[in-house]
C-alpha cells in the first residue's frame, strides 16, 4: 500500500507537481541549448551588420588599453569634431556608437584571451565566435528573468510556455548571432521590468519606501539599457510617465527616478562632451538630416552644411514611421503570439490587477521606443536600432494569456484540445526557425564581407597608415587598421590625406560590391558614389591615375569584384 500511495505521489508530480514543472524547465534549456549549438557549429559565419563589425572593433580599443576609441573615421564626426573643439583627438574617440555593447566585447575578449588570427582554411574569425559567447550568455540570463518575469504576472505553466516561443522564435535567434547588443539590453530591459512590477506590489500594498527603492531600480536599469542605444531615452521617457502617474509619492519618483536613470549614463556624455561639445553624440545630428538623403552618405560628407530645419525633421520623421508600421510584424518575429499582446489592451480579461495594470507600463514603454524610432529610424529586422525586440518577451507572455483565455471562451474545456492549440502556436512560431536551420548557410556573408581577404589585405598597410573603404567598419575590425568611410568627393578624400587630418597618410582605397551592388547603375554614378562611379566600377585606366596618390590597382576575390587602390604595388 505504501509503494503503491509513493508512485500515485510520484505520478502525480510528473503530471502537475514541482517534479514537472523542473522537468520541463530543464526541458526547455535542453532545446535552447541545442538550437545554440546548431547555429554556432554549423549556421554562424560571421557578422553581416556594420554597427556589429564597428561595435567589435571598439571592444578591441577597450580590451588593448586604447579606451573608447574607434579605429573607423567617420568624415561627418571629424569635420563636428574639429569645427567644435578645434582638434581631432588620435586615437579618435568614438561618438556615434553606444558603450555597453563595446565594454561587454572588450570584457568577453579579455576573458577569453582571444587570438584574432585566423586558422588555416578558416573563414570565421575567432574573435567573432567569442563575441557570440558572450551575447548567448545575456541571452541565457534574459531567458530567466522572462520566465520569474511571468511567473510574477501569471503562472510558472504560461511562463515557461511564454519563453518557450520565445527560444522558438528565428529572429531572436538572428540577433543572438548578429554581434549587436540587443541580447544584452535585453537582460537590464526586463530585469528593470521585474522591479518595476515589484515597485507596483509594494505601491498596492502601502509599503512607500520599497515602491520608491524598486522604482529607482527600474529606472538604473533602464539607464543601462540607454548606455547600450541612445533610444533608450525614449523608453525611460514612457516609464517615466508611467511611474509618476501610478507610483506614490510621485514627486519623489518624478525626481529620484531621473537622477537614477542619469547616472550611468554622464560618463558617457560627458565624454561625447569632450570629443564634439555635445552630450548625445553624432547620432544627434541625425536631425539635421535632408530628407531623401542617404544616412551613409550624411555621415561621409567632411564639408556639410548642417542646417536644422524642423520640416525636415517632420518629413523624416513620417517617413520612419510609415516604414516602421509596414514592418511592425516582423519586428516583432512574425509572431502572432506578441501581436495577441494588443488585442489584451484591449479586452478587460485579467482577473489579477498585477498584469491588467503592468500591460499599461509596457504599451507606455513601447510607445516611447515607437516614437524615438519614427525620429531616427530603425531599418532591417536585425539592426541596431531594432528596439522592438526587447518588447517581444513581456509581448508573448500577455499574447499567450489573451490566446489561451479567448480559446477557453469560445471552446469546451478539453485538454487535448488546448494541447492541440498550443502546438499549432508552437508550430506557426516554428517554422521560420525551422526553415534557417534545414537551409545551407554561405561559409562567409559575402558579398560584401570577405574577412580573411580582409585580414590579408592588411598585411600589405603599417599600423601608422590609414586606407579608405565603402566598408570602413570591417576593415577596421578584421584588419586593425585606421579605416576611413569614403568621403562624399575626391577633393574631401584628398584634403583629409595632404592635411594628415587623421595623423597619418592614406596609402589605400578598399572597393568592394558594398558600392556596386546598386540597384541600378543610375544609383552609382548619380547616388553618394558619383564622385568615385568609375573607381567603383572599375573604369579607371592606370595611365588616369599614374600622377595621383593612388597610382597602383589590383582586382582581388572573389571574381575581381574587389578593389585596392594604393600608393604603390604593395601586394608585390
Not at 576573458?111 to 586558422?119: D, M, P, S, W
Not at 525614449?234 to 511611474?243: P, V
Not at 513601447?366 to 531594432?386: C, D, H, I, R, Y
Not at 513581456?394 to 477557453?408: D, E, R, S
Request: aromatic share 14%.
Amino acid at each position: 500500500m505504501a509503494i503503491e500511495t509513493r508512485l500515485q505521489g510520484l505520478l502525480h508530480n510528473l503530471d502537475q507537481g514541482t517534479l514537472a514543472v523542473w522537468l520541463w524547465r530543464t526541458a526547455v534549456a535542453a532545446v535552447m541549448t541545442v538550437v545554440a549549438m546548431i547555429f554556432f557549429v554549423f549556421k554562424f559565419n560571421g557578422f553581416s551588420v556594420p554597427e556589429a563589425m564597428d561595435q567589435a572593433q571598439i571592444g578591441r580599443q577597450i580590451a588593448t588599453g586604447q579606451g573608447f576609441t574607434t579605429l573607423y573615421a567617420r568624415p561627418l564626426a571629424m569635420h563636428l569634431g574639429l569645427a567644435r573643439t578645434g582638434r581631432l583627438n588620435l586615437p579618435l574617440s568614438e561618438t556615434s556608437q553606444a558603450p555597453l555593447g563595446p565594454m561587454v566585447n572588450a570584457a568577453v575578449l579579455l576573458a577569453g584571451r582571444t587570438n584574432f588570427k585566423f586558422g588555416p582554411e578558416a573563414y570565421v574569425s575567432p574573435a567573432d565566435r567569442v563575441i557570440v559567447l558572450g551575447t548567448l550568455v545575456f541571452f541565457a540570463g534574459s531567458m530567466v528573468l522572462t520566465y520569474i518575469l511571468g511567473c510574477r504576472l501569471f503562472d510558472p505553466r504560461l511562463s515557461l510556455l511564454g519563453v518557450g516561443i520565445v527560444i522558438a522564435t528565428d529572429l531572436v535567434w538572428r540577433f543572438a548571432f548578429s554581434g549587436l547588443p540587443q541580447m544584452v539590453m535585453l537582460f537590464f530591459f526586463t530585469a528593470s521590468l521585474l522591479a518595476l512590477v515589484a515597485g507596483l506590489d509594494a505601491n498596492a500594498s502601502g509599503r512607500r519606501a520599497k515602491a520608491v527603492v524598486m522604482t529607482l531600480l527600474a529606472a538604473l536599469s533602464l539607464g543601462i539599457v540607454t548606455l547600450g542605444n541612445g533610444l533608450g531615452l525614449w523608453i525611460f521617457a514612457g516609464f517615466w510617465l508611467f511611474a509618476i502617474v501610478t507610483i506614490k509619492p510621485r514627486l519623489t519618483i518624478a525626481i529620484a527616478s531621473i537622477v537614477a536613470y542619469s547616472a550611468p549614463l554622464l560618463p558617457w556624455a560627458w565624454h561625447n562632451w569632450i570629443a564634439m561639445r555635445n552630450p548625445f553624440g553624432l547620432p544627434y545630428y541625425e536631425l539635421f538630416r535632408k530628407p531623401g538623403t542617404d544616412s551613409l552618405a550624411f555621415l561621409s560628407d567632411f564639408e556639410p552644411f548642417l542646417h536644422f530645419d524642423f520640416s525636415d525633421v517632420l518629413v523624416n520623421t513620417a517617413d520612419n514611421f510609415m516604414s516602421q508600421a509596414a514592418g511592425l510584424f516582423s519586428y516583432l518575429g512574425g509572431s502572432v503570439v506578441a501581436a495577441a499582446f494588443f488585442v489584451a489592451l484591449a479586452l478587460h480579461i485579467f482577473r489579477s490587477w498585477r498584469p491588467a495594470q503592468f500591460r499599461w507600463a509596457v504599451l507606455f514603454m513601447w510607445s516611447g521606443a515607437a516614437a524615438g524610432m519614427s525620429v531616427f529610424g530603425v531599418g532591417a529586422a536585425v539592426s541596431v536600432n531594432q528596439m522592438h525586440i526587447l518588447f517581444y518577451p513581456v509581448m508573448v507572455l500577455y499574447g499567450l494569456a489573451v490566446l489561451l483565455m479567448l480559446w477557453t471562451t469560445v471552446s469546451t474545456n478539453q485538454p487535448l484540445l488546448r494541447t492541440l492549440f498550443l502546438v499549432f502556436l508552437y508550430i506557426v512560431t516554428l517554422v521560420p526557425l525551422a526553415g534557417t536551420l534545414a537551409a545551407t548557410a554561405p561559409r562567409v556573408n559575402w558579398p560584401p564581407y570577405l574577412p580573411p581577404l580582409i585580414t590579408r589585405l592588411a598585411e600589405w598597410v603599417r599600423p601608422d597608415e590609414a586606407i579608405a573603404s565603402d566598408i570602413p567598419w570591417a576593415t577596421a575590425w578584421y584588419g586593425n587598421r585606421l579605416s576611413l568611410l569614403l568621403p562624399e568627393s575626391i577633393g574631401q578624400f584628398e584634403i583629409i590625406h595632404s592635411e594628415r587630418i587623421l595623423g597619418m597618410p592614406m596609402v589605400g582605397i578598399y572597393l568592394t560590391p558594398f558600392s556596386r551592388d546598386l540597384a541600378a547603375y543610375d544609383d552609382i554614378i548619380n547616388g553618394r558614389y558619383r564622385e568615385w562611379a568609375r573607381f567603383v566600377l572599375g573604369e579607371i585606366r592606370p595611365e588616369e591615375i599614374s600622377s595621383w596618390m593612388l597610382r597602383s590597382a589590383i582586382s582581388l576575390p572573389v571574381d575581381n569584384q574587389c578593389i585596392f587602390y594604393a600608393d604603390r604595388p604593395r601586394w608585390r
